[in-house]
Every structure is written in structure tokens, then in C-alpha cells.
């Protein structure tokens, strides 16, 4: 008996010459989804445009503690500062932290997470040790310290000390999926038809990613966003600057909660609450993506909602 042989070269471009279903790279459209855009889109707005309409936030006047009002919309502060003012300030301030946070978390956790699993070797292995030891590095306490020894803190300053202490979970997911990816047939086929490797990088690889990419950021801006409040609540955030944190602090330094000064601290905690549930809708929007048995069973839980007693009752006979 003799065994047929096949050339790789001929087979690498019998693969390569066969169609390929093309994964849908972009959430669906859904309810989550629609809501959560439109009030991210909401708040950036108002973060960009909202400085730009109002006076200074640092402006003392001798009216202090006053109510909301037509001439102060969110009232004042202890020292008669315009809290709505503050606000506008405060959400260019997180927005920005936020940003910053999710390009370097996506930059840093990109390059040792994907590029080091596709490389492979004692690349990978070297990539992964370090990542295994920024990952079980306590992030808080780290940012805490830092932020304690330096006295004049920017705004970039704070975000670059949330990022470093933030990328490395996201890697390890990266490379967990690069790691997968990289085995498949159409990539193995773009190998051996001699293509380069950064370009099976960018064109065979990274498109696949794109949606876990994309849940990493957000996740990555809510926990900067979260983090930057914490630490400005403790008086360790940006030295200067507004952003919902600092608002917090200030409230609590001037006792507003003690003297029902609702109007002080009840706006940046909603916005925070409000821009994190957005967030996190977006978020579940991708994951549809990410995990389809998640989609279906998503689908399947709508179609129930749907049914009348008796279908489900007919359902469940079918299913024993």
C-alpha cells in the first residue's frame, strides 16, 4: 500500500482558496446596548461641551450653601462655588482619566499579552513571568503609596499609576486567547504560504480579537474611573483639578451630608453610578460576542418571556 502525500504549499492554498465565514466583529444592535451608548454619548458630551458654557469652578462668591436655583442649577457650595460648575469640570476630568486608562491598558496589556503569546519561546515565557508578578501586586495599596509620595499630582500623573496597576488580568486573558487562535487552520495556512509574521498578526489574529479587546477597555475605563474616585475620596487623587472624586471630597470636607446639602455630593455619585451602569451595558453587548452560548441563552430566556403558561408548560413536557 503506498500512501498519498500532499503537497503543504498546495493544501496551504487549498485552505486559504476556501471560503471562510466571516464573524461578525460589531455588537447587535439591543436594547442594553442602544440604552448604554446613548447615555455615554450623553455624559461625553456634556464632559467636552459642558467647560466651555460655564464660568470658573474655583469662583467664590459670599452665598454659600444656597439651594439649587435659576441663576445656580446646582446650587453652591460652602464657599459659594457653582456646584453645576464643578460638574462640568469634574466629568471632563473622569472622562479623561478614564480614556487615558483604557488606551495604555489597552497598549501594554495588547503587547505583552498577544504579542508575547504569538511569539512564543522564552519571549512568552519572559512576557508571562512579568505579568504574573505585576498581576499579584495589590493594585490599590500600590496606588495609594504612590499617590502618597507625590505631592503634586496631575490628572495624567493618576492615570498612569491606574494603568500600570491595571493591565495585567486583561493580558492574561489576551494571551489565554492568542494562545487558541494562533492554532487554527487559517493561520497555520498563512505560515506556510511563507506570509509574514506581523502581517498574520494584524490581518489572521487581531481581528478575532476585537471584541475582548473592546471589553477589556471598558472594564478598564470603569475600573480607572472607580479607582480615581477612590483614592480623590482619600484625598490622594489629583492635586488641582475636578473630576467626580474630588467633588466627593470636598463634600465630605464641608459636611454636606451633616448640613443637607443634597445638591453638593448627589450629583457626582449619580454620575458615577449612571456612567458605570452604561458602561457596563456596553459591556454585555460585547460579551454576546465574546461568549455565544451566553447569546443563546440570552435568546432562548426572550422567547420564554414570550410564551404563554401553557406553551411553557408544553416546553418543559418536550424537554423531559
Keep these: 500500500m503506498s500512501t498519498a502525500t500532499q503537497d503543504p504549499a498546495l493544501a496551504a492554498a487549498a485552505a486559504r482558496s476556501q471560503p471562510r465565514r466571516?464573524?461578525?466583529t460589531l455588537p447587535p444592535m439591543t436594547?442594553?446596548?442602544?440604552?448604554?451608548l446613548a447615555i455615554t454619548i450623553v455624559i461625553a458630551g456634556f464632559g467636552a461641551v459642558g467647560p466651555l458654557l460655564v464660568g470658573s469652578p474655583s469662583e467664590v462668591r459670599n452665598i454659600g450653601m444656597t439651594p439649587?436655583?435659576?441663576?445656580?442649577w446646582l446650587g453652591t457650595t460652602q464657599t459659594g462655588q457653582d456646584v453645576f460648575a464643578q460638574l462640568?469640570?469634574?466629568?471632563?476630568?473622569?472622562?479623561l482619566i478614564g480614556l487615558v486608562v483604557g488606551i495604555l491598558t489597552l497598549l501594554l496589556s495588547s503587547f505583552?499579552?498577544?504579542?508575547?503569546?504569538?511569539?512564543?519561546?522564552?519571549t512568552d515565557?519572559?512576557?508571562?513571568?512579568?505579568?504574573?508578578?505585576?498581576?499579584?501586586?495589590?493594585?490599590l495599596p500600590l496606588v495609594i503609596v504612590i499617590s502618597s509620595y507625590v505631592t503634586e499630582k496631575s490628572v495624567w500623573m493618576v492615570a498612569v499609576v491606574l494603568a500600570i496597576t491595571s493591565w495585567a488580568g486583561s493580558a492574561r486573558v489576551l494571551r489565554g486567547f492568542t494562545l487558541s487562535v494562533r492554532n487554527r487552520d487559517y493561520v497555520l495556512a498563512s505560515r506556510v504560504s511563507g506570509e509574514s509574521s506581523w502581517r498574520i498578526l494584524t490581518v489572521e489574529i487581531l481581528p478575532n480579537l476585537v471584541p475582548l479587546?473592546?471589553?477589556?477597555?471598558?472594564?478598564a475605563v470603569i475600573f480607572a474611573i472607580l479607582g480615581e474616585a477612590g483614592l480623590s475620596f482619600l484625598g490622594l487623587g489629583a492635586t488641582g483639578s475636578f473630576t467626580w472624586?474630588?467633588?466627593?471630597?470636598?463634600?465630605?470636607?464641608?459636611?454636606?451630608?451633616?448640613?443637607?446639602?443634597?445638591?453638593?455630593f448627589v450629583p457626582p455619585g449619580l454620575m458615577l453610578a449612571v456612567f458605570g451602569a452604561a458602561l457596563a451595558l456596553i459591556n454585555f453587548a460585547i460579551d454576546s460576542i465574546i461568549n455565544p452560548k451566553l447569546r443563546d441563552g440570552t435568546r432562548e430566556q426572550r422567547k420564554r418571556w414570550r410564551m404563554t403558561k401553557e406553551q411553557l408548560r408544553e416546553s418543559e413536557e418536550e424537554v423531559v
Design 22 to 24: 466571516r464573524r461578525r
Design 31 to 36: 436594547p442594553k446596548l442602544a440604552v448604554g
Design 68 to 72: 439649587p436655583s435659576a441663576e445656580f
Design 88 to 95: 462640568a469640570h469634574a466629568t471632563r476630568g473622569s472622562l
Design 112 to 122: 505583552f499579552g498577544v504579542v508575547g503569546a504569538f511569539a512564543g519561546g522564552w
Design 125 to 139: 515565557e519572559a512576557f508571562s513571568l512579568f505579568t504574573n508578578v505585576m498581576l499579584v501586586i495589590p493594585g
Design 213 to 219: 479587546l473592546a471589553s477589556q477597555v471598558v472594564f
Design 245 to 264: 472624586g474630588t467633588m466627593l471630597y470636598y463634600a465630605q470636607n464641608g459636611l454636606a451630608l451633616r448640613l443637607g446639602a443634597w445638591w453638593w
